[in-house]
């Protein structure tokens, strides 16, 4: 699901890339490609940085995980209130690109609005089990005041962050995953690790 950055310098940047994706398959979240891009620059700049002052990137583990620091910071600039909060009308139009990926021919998922200014995905034989009797449709959401989520549509279902741009490139990239839950290929994502 994941595609390799392109950049001048491939063994730093690769594994850096490494790095963040290895970081990011800790937390109880998504992260699209373009974040991991973005947080595998920063960390491979990290690197640069402790290389002149004589400190190779392996040395790094003994203090501090720069790898997660580096996902964390940048993932925290799209899941966060951001400034100034987005518009409805703005929201509405994420949406409204959501399910346009979502639909596509490329995705091929069942897509439409739903309550809650979530956008609501039917479930296909192989989606994880959900709601009350297992049968629930997947919720996604974007808010005026925080970044995209998803769920199952049910009372009290887990909330999983997805880490993404709130544009209509990051709506593709959301669908990527959404397509990815809705086919099982996560297992049961919803699940505590």
Same mark, same amino acid.
């Given at each position: 699901?994941?595609?390799?950055?392109? *950049?001048?310098?491939?063994?730093?940047? *690769?594994?850096?890339?490494?790095?963040?994706? %290895?970081? @990011?398959?800790?937390?109880? @979240?998504?992260?699209?490609?373009?974040?991991?891009?973005?947080?595998?620059?920063?960390?491979?700049?990290?690197?640069?940085?402790?290389? %002149?002052?004589?400190?190779?990137? %392996?040395?790094? +583990?003994?203090?501090?995980?720069?790898?997660? +620091?580096?996902?964390?910071?940048?993932?925290?600039?799209?899941?966060?209130?951001?400034?100034?909060?987005?518009?409805?009308?703005?929201?509405?139009?994420?949406? /409204?690109?959501?399910?346009?990926?979502? *639909?596509?021919?490329?995705? +091929?998922?069942?897509?439409?609005? $739903?309550?809650? =200014?979530?956008?609501?995905?039917?479930?296909?034989?192989? *989606?994880?089990? $959900?709601?009350?009797?297992?049968? =629930?449709?997947?919720?996604?959401?974007?808010?005026?005041? $925080?970044?995209?989520?998803?769920?199952?549509?049910?009372?009290?279902?887990?909330?999983?962050?997805?880490? =993404?741009?709130?544009? %209509?490139?990051?709506?593709?990239?959301?669908?990527?995953?959404?397509?990815?839950?809705? /086919?099982?290929?996560? $297992?049961?994502?919803?699940?505590?690790?």
């Amino acid at each position: 699901m994941s595609t390799q950055p392109d *950049t001048t310098a491939p063994d730093v940047s *690769t594994a850096a890339y490494a790095a963040v994706e %290895k970081a @990011s398959a800790s937390l109880r @979240s998504f992260h699209v490609p373009s974040i991991l891009e973005e947080a595998a620059a920063l960390l491979a700049d990290l690197w640069a940085a402790g290389e %002149k002052h004589g400190v190779p990137p %392996k040395e790094w +583990g003994w203090a501090v995980n720069l790898a997660s +620091g580096a996902l964390e910071v940048i993932s925290s600039r799209y899941t966060q209130t951001p400034d100034p909060e987005r518009t409805n009308e703005q929201v509405f139009a994420l949406q /409204r690109d959501l399910i346009e990926a979502l *639909t596509s021919t490329e995705i +091929g998922l069942t897509a439409r609005l $739903g309550s809650r =200014a979530m956008v609501i995905v039917d479930r296909l034989p192989e *989606t994880p089990r $959900g709601g009350f009797h297992g049968d =629930a449709n997947l919720a996604v959401g974007l808010y005026t005041n $925080g970044g995209w989520d998803i769920s199952m549509d049910a009372d009290g279902a887990s909330v999983l962050s997805i880490v =993404a741009p709130a544009t %209509k490139a990051g709506a593709s990239q959301v669908a990527e995953i959404v397509r990815a839950v809705a /086919r099982g290929e996560h $297992g049961n994502p919803f699940r505590s690790r």
